[in-house]
């Protein structure tokens, strides 16, 4: 069974930047897309960027792009967010998941598209 565990969140002034991990066991990602998702109080879950199990078809929300990238170490079994220029907006937690996305093209961000989630980790941008 795979499981996925989250880390990296905090509290970080506007214009920081946070490097979340999302590390995988139980079974290598080389099977699955893994994207990453955030959910603000009171809003839905909201798909940010994905990444393909061979690494391509990287995929990124209008809201992230030019400041957060994924990457992924296939060594380490685990998927990275680099988050640069946080905003207040940026605020909530973050759920790294697994799952398979149709070919070909970008990796979907869908919610839909994901079975296996982590637990999530706090990102906390004051205004």
């Known amino acids: 069974q795979l499981q996925l565990v989250e880390s990296g969140g905090g509290l970080v002034q506007p214009g920081g930047s946070l490097r979340l991990s999302c590390a995988a066991s139980?079974?290598?990602?080389?099977?699955?897309?893994i994207a990453w998702f955030r959910q603000a109080p009171g809003k839905e879950r909201e798909g940010l960027s994905c990444?393909?199990?061979?690494?391509?078809?990287?995929n990124y929300a209008d809201s992230v792009k030019g400041r957060f990238t994924i990457s992924k170490d296939n060594v380490q079994n685990t998927v990275y967010l680099q988050m640069n220029s946080l905003k207040p907006e940026d605020t909530g937690v973050y759920y790294c998941a697994a799952g398979w996305t149709p070919y070909p093209g970008l990796c979907s961000v869908a919610v839909g598209r994901y079975r296996f989630w982590g637990q999530g980790t706090q990102v906390t941008v004051p205004t």
């Open positions: 139980g079974v290598t990602l080389d099977y699955y897309s």
């Open positions: 990444i393909r199990s061979t690494g391509g078809g990287i």
